[in-house]
């Protein structure tokens, strides 16, 4: 499977799907195809396994005036008609619903940016020159950090989707991208006990991974958990590893985007929340959404406070009249609802000092699922927290309790770096930067 | 069940059958066939500004089969949706099976897809009554599932798993502060085209239930962290206990413990609890006549007396002869685990009024749980309870909200120190290894002796 098969099969199942619409109604079909293969290296030649295909089609079924989403899996060319049929008779209970123009003009979408051609093509040669990257980096790494540190596997589940959005009325687009994960298995010891950790990371193109802080971020916590217990109450600002602080941003964003938009006065920021639907290295990358309006860069929350109005036909009113290309299907909703795409703060381009000296935020606890059904407006989480020296993790601590409601936390971030990654989540993706989280956000 | 229904059925398991037998002639030692179709419908309303709109209407359609086996000594799973039989024999071919004959016809419409909608509209009178600022958000969800399995050892079993729920989420602005309220229910008898009385009755009550409990919720205060007695209302002691343990009583986590052997016939508390799962609660949200294995299910007592007796089991993890039918799955993309079907802890002997006597410390009283993690590896847990209050010890109630619940799960369970009699039954989605499944909850009130929360 490559990627124009990809896209073709998808673009005939949106097309064959909107071509069924009857007189007066308005069919909109998007199509998805998935197709998944694994690379493994342990010793010698890699192995890989067959392309696994999965495909889902969303299809809106419009007239007079009501709504009604239908999803299936597979494609449904020879479905289609019985699905209808189905949807006909809901019709008059959907939702009514307004036509309303985008917010900005189509934006341009390059899609070569989104391919990883040479692990298509010649996958030997993209995976040799992995490996051989990770067992330098991991070299170069006992320098820092005094640990001994060995790549004992590699896995790599190659990506390739496709998506098509095809309307009875003749609109149509369609896209078709890579999303690599990189896993790896590292044997890590510090002269006294060793232990093996799995590290990953999600990349558009293997050649783009940054893997030296892949590797800096593996050592981190490996040493973490490798050192001994200390006791140490922390006290102090906390460095936070791209993970982690992707964890914290995703608590942020689900506080500030998932629910019902937090009440108060707007206040000012810090910093501010950017959504990048063509940020190549995130998961959610996208030229246009569920409801076939075309993406744009959008920051969510400014530095005055003020939340961006993310909107699709659900959520039209006259004071966010325009669709803004956020309507996206999800876990929890299959017709369209706003959210996000890849989300990342604006940075300071900070970068950790090789002999940083401080204490180290390795994992939260306690944060996941919970954003959505919280009863009030603080966000609540535990910090795995270890004690660096020069560099060195030289011992444990007791997790850190953090409280905070999103804004708080927000200005607690005393410092973050460019991301190094994204970190795909259910619904969106989150940056992986390097972020100083300031002690006013203890609780 | 009707005719169509029943010609469904037997359509559907002439396909489950097929595969078995492909699976079987190309050299599988052992295997089963899942075959589902769900259609699912999902009707949501919103409340806000004095009306009540529908703002989405959708189904969810789940056709496909679901194909694990044995071969060469190894499990193996691979699925596909109904119609795209090529795609499964594919799998099967990449999975080392070899060339699998496609099954002939495809089961036409599912029965009850295309039935009209029984559109009560109850909102208009509570949508008026809406608090400045408040909004809710209201979602019916309506299930028809035929689920069938067929396998190498002679098991035949069709299950037709009906329903509904509904859930309401009320937000609320307090000055300057907002808070949220959930309140839900759940009946298998719930149908999309009949019963709209009842259903109407019910979602008005859960509307005004939520508005009422975020209302409360404004008031709601930070009392920092904390360590006191800490009692669990009817229901949300279920979701503990189901948490802390029910799931380090299912197979596949016993097979991880290290102590998992001198953990059956252990006293885990000096409180006579009565902890089962039990898959025939008239109107439980798990309740069911078999499992996704195709087993018979009947009731699992797992602990008894405060000792534990049992285990949750599923066909992969203990023979029918000894194990028990827990055997879940999502969707026929999943193979079975071990999962529970209702949990319930039976009636204890104290009276509520005891249980919520005050201590020096105060006590934390929790009416409804919400999510959380739970560390098998640590024994670490940590809840958010979304609705709580605190009793001072001079008996004045000061509401909270998304209290933090934490703490290690062995020495809780050993702190439970009292059990009521007011049993009540709950819903909640329950997460395993990327599957959410539905499950119920059933529990008195619960009195733990102390435990660490922060609010």
């Known amino acids: ?108 979408w390059n899609g070569d940016r989104f391919k990883d ?18 067992n330098l980096r991991a070299e170069q790494e006992r320098s820092r950090s005094r640990l ?18 095809a309307s009875s009325e003749g609109e149509s687009d369609g896209f078709a991208r890579t999303w690599s ?33 892949f590797t800096a971020e593996a050592a981190w916590r490996a040493g973490a958990l490798l050192a001994v217990e200390s006791g140490e109450r922390p006290e102090g600002d906390v460095l936070l590893p791209p993970r982690t602080s992707a964890t914290v941003l995703r608590l942020l964003t689900q506080d500030q985007f998932e629910r019902e938009p937090p009440g108060g006065q707007a206040r000012k920021l810090p910093r501010s929340l950017i959504d990048d639907p063509h940020a190549s290295a995130g998961g959610h990358a996208r030229p246009f959404d569920h409801e076939g309006t075309r993406t744009a860069v959008t920051v969510l929350l400014d530095r005055t406070g003020t939340r961006a109005a993310l909107v699709a036909r659900g959520n039209l009113s006259p004071q966010a009249p325009h669709l803004t290309g956020h309507a996206l299907r999800s876990t929890n909703s299959l017709t369209p609802t706003p959210l996000p795409t890849n989300v990342r703060l604006d940075d300071d381009a900070y970068t950790v000092p090789p002999d940083y000296t401080g204490l180290l ?8 699922g919970r954003g959505r059904h919280r009863a009030g407006d603080r966000l609540g989480f535990r910090l795995d927290v270890a004690r660096v020296s020069q560099g060195e993790v030289v011992s444990r601590c007791p997790p850190l309790a953090v409280s905070a409601s999103s804004p708080d936390l927000l200005t607690a971030i005393a410092a973050v770096s460019a991301p190094t990654c994204y970190f795909p989540g259910r619904h969106y993706s989150t940056a992986g930067s390097w972020m100083v989280l300031a002690t006013p956000t203890r609780g | 069940m009707s005719r169509a229904t029943a010609e469904f059925d037997a359509a559907l398991m002439d396909i489950a059958a097929h595969w078995c037998a492909e699976s079987l002639r190309l050299g599988a030692q052992y295997a089963q066939v899942f075959v589902e179709a769900s259609s699912d419908l999902r009707l949501e309303t919103r409340l806000r500004d004095g009306t009540a709109t529908t703002s989405a209407a959708s189904v969810s359609r789940r056709h496909g089969v679901g194909l694990l086996f044995r071969h060469g000594g190894t499990w193996k799973y691979g699925f596909a949706p109904l119609h795209e039989a090529q795609t499964l024999a594919a799998r099967l071919r990449a999975l080392g099976l070899g060339a699998a004959r496609i099954p002939g016809d495809r089961p036409g419409p599912q029965p009850g897809e295309a039935e009209p909608v029984t559109a009560a509209d109850p909102f208009d009178e509570v949508a008026t009554d809406l608090p400045k600022g408040g909004s809710v958000h209201f979602i019916q969800d309506f299930y028809r599932q035929h689920r069938l399995v067929v396998d190498s050892d002679g098991v035949r079993s069709a299950q037709f798993v009906g329903g509904g729920r509904q859930r309401a989420s009320a937000t609320v602005l307090g000055e300057q502060r907002l808070s949220r309220a959930f309140t839900r229910a759940s009946d298998p008898r719930w149908r999309m085209s009949e019963g709209g009385a009842e259903l109407a009755e019910s979602a008005v009550g859960l509307v005004r239930s939520a508005l009422t409990q975020a209302e409360a919720l404004t008031e709601a205060r930070s009392l920092g962290a904390r360590s006191s007695p800490v009692v669990l209302g009817p229901k949300a002691g279920a979701a503990l206990l189901h948490e802390l343990v029910g799931h380090a009583l299912e197979a596949d986590n016993l097979a991880k413990n290290p102590n998992a052997a001198t953990l ?53 993890t203990a023979p029918a002869s000894t194990g028990t039918a827990n055997g ?51 024994g670490e847990f940590s809840f958010t309870a979304a609705a709580a209050h605190f009793i001072t010890p001079l008996g004045e109630r000061i509401p909270l909200r998304d209290v933090d619940l934490y703490g290690d799960s062995r020495q809780t369970v050993e702190r439970l120190a009292g059990i009521a009699d007011d049993v009540r039954g709950d819903s909640a989605t329950c997460g395993k290894q990327g599957q959410s499944i539905l499950i119920g909850l059933y529990s008195p009130t619960l009195r733990f002796d102390r435990l660490d929360w922060r609010c």
């Open chain 2, 264 to 316: 059956n016939g252990s006293r885990i508390t000096r409180t006579p609890l009565n902890l089962l799962d039990d898959p025939s609660i008239p109107a439980g949200i798990g309740s069911r006549r078999t499992d996704d294995d195709g087993r018979e299910c009947r009731p699992v007592p797992l602990v008894d007396g405060g000792v534990v007796v049992g285990a949750l089991t599923s066909m992969r």
């Open chain 2, 328 to 378: 879940r799955r999502e969707s026929y993309r999943h193979a079975c685990l071990p999962r529970a079907s209702n949990t319930s802890v039976l009636a204890g002997t104290d009276s509520v009024a005891s249980l919520l006597e005050p201590s020096p410390e105060g006590v934390l009283y929790i009416s409804s749980l919400g999510s959380g993690e739970f560390s098998s590896a640590t």
């Open chain 1, 117 to 134: 051609i040479e692990l298509s093509t010649t996958p030997d040669k993209t995976l040799e020159w992995l490996e051989a990257d990770l």
């Open chain 1, 181 to 213: 994960e990189v896993k790896v298995l590292y044997e890590v010891g510090n002269g006294d006990r060793t232990l093996k950790i799995w590290a990953a990371r999600n990349t558009c193109r293997i050649r783009s991974l940054d893997t030296a802080d």
């Open chain 1, 361 to 368: 935020g390795y994992g939260v606890r306690g944060g996941g």
């Open chain 1, 148 to 165: 001994t540190m060995k790549v004992a596997g590699i896995v790599v589940t190659e990506q390739i989707s496709a998506e098509a959005f």
């Open chain 1, 1 to 108: 499977m490559d990627h124009g098969e990809a896209l073709t099969l998808a673009t005939t199942g949106a097309h064959d799907l909107a071509t069924l619409a009857r007189p007066r109604e308005r069919i909109d079909a998007v199509s998805l195809t998935t197709s998944r293969r694994e690379h493994k290296l342990s010793t010698g030649r890699p192995q890989r396994g067959p392309f696994l295909s999965e495909a889902f089609t969303l299809v809106r079924l419009a007239h007079r005036g009501h709504d009604v989403y239908f999803g299936s899996d597979g494609l449904t060319g020879t479905t289609g008609p019985d699905l209808l049929n189905a949807m006909r008779a809901l019709v008059p209970h959907g939702r009514t619903y307004r036509k309303a123009p985008p917010l900005r003009p189509p934006s341009t």
